[in-house]
Nanobody
Framework: QVQLVESGGGLVQAGGSLRLSCAASGRPISAYTMGWFRQPPGKEREFVASISVTAGDTLIADSVKGRFAISSDNPKNTVYLQMNSLKPEDTAVYYC???????????????????WGQGTQVTVSS
């Protein structure tokens, strides 16, 4: 049974930082591409960041490049999203996702992910 549990969301002022965690059960995350997506209020879900331990690469959305970073702690089977210099437009529900088994590189396509967490709310006040 695969479970992805996000934590670390909350309310923060603009310019602040948060670190989101995604604890995964099941097979090691090092065997899969892992990603973060977000859904702002009233908008569609969008890609934020992805990491592939197998390929040794990461992918970051242009909208957060230079402010957000994705990393993994394989012994803890956990993926992190470090978010700095937060802006009000970063307000969203943030979701962790695990890629399908045949995706070996980081990916921005939501269709490349088949397991999703419940999400954690991030609210950035101005």
């Amino acid at each position: 049974q695969v479970q992805l549990v996000e934590s670390g969301g909350g309310l923060v002022q603009a310019g602040g930082s948060l670190r989101l965690s995604c604890a995964a059960s099941g097979r090691p995350i090092s065997a899969y591409t892992m990603g973060w997506f977000r859904q702002p209020p009233g908008k569609e879900r969008e890609f934020v960041a992805s990491i592939s331990v197998t390929a040794g690469d990461t992918l970051i959305a242009d909208s957060v490049k230079g402010r957000f970073a994705i990393s993994s702690d394989n012994p803890k089977n956990t993926v992190y999203l470090q978010m700095n210099s937060l802006k009000p437009e970063d307000t969203a529900v943030y979701y962790c996702a695990r890629g399908v088994s045949y995706i070996l590189r980081s990916s921005a396509r939501s269709s490349d992910y088949n397991y999703w967490g419940q999400g954690t709310q991030v609210t950035v006040s101005s």
